[in-house]
């Protein structure tokens, strides 16, 4: 059975850092590109970033680039997001999620996590 377990989220002032994990579990990680996607409320889920299976490539929304980092351990089976220099407009849910197998399809996800809550203090 495929899991997908995030941690990492919480409350932080604005201009802080967050660093968000995901430990999955059940699969070849190592043929998993990995991403992470947000929603905030009223809003639709929107991709925020995503690491290639090799790890040679990543992936972020216009957003973030430059505040975020992504990077994977296959060896720990888990994906990790740095967040620096937060914003009130990067509350949200923060979920973990798998494209099909050695692709970069961030359009069709076919694992999700349960999600994590991150809030942004102004």
């Known amino acids: 059975q495929v899991q997908l377990v995030e941690s990492g989220g919480g409350l932080v002032q604005a201009g802080g850092s967050l660093r968000l994990s995901c430990a999955a579990s059940?699969?070849?990680?190592?043929?998993?590109?990995m991403g992470w996607f947000r929603q905030a409320p009223g809003k639709d889920r929107e991709f925020v970033a995503g690491i290639r299976w090799s790890g040679g490539d990543t992936y972020y929304a216009a957003s973030v680039k430059g505040r975020f980092t992504i990077s994977r351990d296959n060896a720990k089976n888990t994906v990790y997001l740095q967040m620096n220099s937060l914003k009130s407009e990067d509350t949200a849910v923060y979920y973990c999620a798998l494209p099909r197998p050695m692709t970069t399809d961030w359009i069709r996800i076919i694992y999700w996590g349960q999600g994590t809550q991150v809030t942004v203090s102004s």
């Open positions: 059940g699969l070849p990680v190592s043929r998993y590109s």
